[in-house]
């Protein structure tokens, strides 16, 4: 049974910064790509980053447009663990964060090639 767990929303004020985790357990967590999608209320949820499996420690990235610069998506395959680094936090980066495995090695920002998915944490970005 594959679980991921997130960890690290909370409320922050614009400008200021967060971590979140996202724990992974019953896959062989290296091999996959892993991916952070955010749903703000009333909204449709949508990709944030994604970081590619790897057996090599050679992961690639990428981030949509509106958080590039700012996220930084990175993983420890010792831990089972993804991140997600938020910087420069805006009022309209708040939303529900959920991260998710893919079925594949290689990152892609569709939620439909994701297959599992955590239950999410809030974050709040207060002006």
């Known amino acids: 049974q594959v679980q991921l767990v997130e960890s690290g929303g909370g409320l922050v004020q614009a400008g200021g910064s967060l971590r979140l985790s996202c724990a992974a357990s019953?896959?062989?967590?290296?091999?996959?790509?892993m991916g952070w999608f955010r749903q703000a209320q009333g909204k449709e949820r949508e990709f944030v980053a994604a970081?590619?499996?790897?057996?090599?420690?050679?992961?690639?990235?990428f981030y949509t447009n509106s958080v590039k610069g700012r996220f930084t998506i990175s993983r420890d395959n010792a831990k089972n663990t993804v991140y997600l680094q938020m910087n420069s936090l805006k009022p309209e980066d708040t939303a529900v964060y959920f991260c998710?495995?893919?079925?594949?090695?290689?990152?892609?920002?569709?939620?439909?090639?994701?297959?599992?998915w955590g239950q999410g944490t809030q974050v709040t970005v207060s002006s």
């Open positions: 970081i590619s499996g790897s057996s090599r420690s050679i992961f690639y990235t």
């Open positions: 019953g896959r062989t967590f290296s091999s996959y790509a």
């Open positions: 998710a495995t893919s079925q594949r090695s290689s990152g892609t920002s569709s939620a439909q090639e994701y297959d599992y």
